[in-house]
């Protein structure tokens, strides 16, 4: 049975179909997290199980696990794996640099440490992730439950030394409790509004003790396929211009999507 996708789901699943271009045998990859790394699993679960893709997967959370082990993608630990060839995952943020902020699914940390084990990180998103300026998303920064008032309130005062336009932070909240990361951490979420200077934020945030690890993924994908809605698919690599892909023909990608929903 096939389906018409909503334009922002169509754009998602466009950017994951052009990802698996980048997938060849015998890869080792790193799984991310999110709506649109779930359309890659989907996509990368259907050339296994179709044409023998033989690669091997470690997710990067406990959402990812589950829904790989469901569709059947064989997965492994980071220590085992050691290092990764490619990596694909999603992002909330990313500007014309590819500096990302992530974590708005609260992976954050499990995402970077199998990013920066891989020799290439790719980002797949839709057009709206992109801008020019990054901090309208609200940047996660995973924190130590511990004291975690007092790591809030100095990460707030600290930001007064930096070029961003706001300062309040929010505690996420699932539920109406803390949200508990996969590495039992709490998230604050900075409303920054605009980050000026990326790397001076990530090094001023990460210097505070009970701050585990931040959102802002600097120097490490080296390239990206945004999806469009209107059907086409950039990518886009570091000093490099856009490359426009057409999209499948139409019957191609409904005989797709019908495949994955079997
Ligand atoms: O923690 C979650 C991840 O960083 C996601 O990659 C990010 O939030 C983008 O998710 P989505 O593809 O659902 O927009």
Request: with cysteine; charged share 25%; hydrophobic share 45%.
């Amino acid at each position: 049975m096939s389906r018409e996708l909503s334009p922002p789901d169509r754009a998602k699943f466009l950017a994951a179909r052009q990802a698996l271009t980048f997938v060849e045998d015998g890869m080792r990859l790193g799984l991310g997290t999110g709506s649109t790394a779930a359309w890659f699993h989907r996509l990368l679960a259907e050339r296994i199980h179709r044409e023998g893709l033989n690669v091997i997967g470690v997710p990067t959370s406990s959402r990812t696990r589950d829904l790989c082990n469901a569709l059947g993608v064989p997965l492994t630990t980071l220590d085992d794996a050691g290092w990764l060839d490619l990596t694909i995952d999603g992002a909330d943020e990313l500007d014309e640099s590819l500096t990302l902020i992530k974590g708005g699914g609260g992976a954050l940390l499990l995402e970077k440490i199998v990013a920066t084990a891989s020799d290439r990180m790719l980002v797949i998103a839709d057009g709206a992730k992109r801008v020019k300026t990054l901090g309208a998303f609200p940047l996660p920064v995973e924190i130590v439950p511990f004291g975690w008032k007092t790591t809030k309130a100095i990460v707030e005062e600290a930001l007064a030394d930096l070029d961003v336009d706001g300062r309040n932070s929010t505690l996420r909240l699932h539920n109406s409790e803390p949200f508990v990361t996969d590495e039992g951490h709490f998230i604050i979420d900075l409303h920054l509004g605009r980050i000026g200077d990326a790397t001076a934020l990530a090094h001023l945030l990460t210097d505070i003790p009970g701050v585990v690890e931040t959102g802002l993924f600097i120097g490490i994908a080296q390239a990206a396929v945004i999806g469009e809605p209107g059907g086409t698919v950039i990518r886009m690599t570091l000093h490099e211009e856009d490359r426009v892909i057409a999209p499948p023909a139409p019957e191609e990608e409904q005989d797709l999507i019908g495949r994955l929903e079997d």
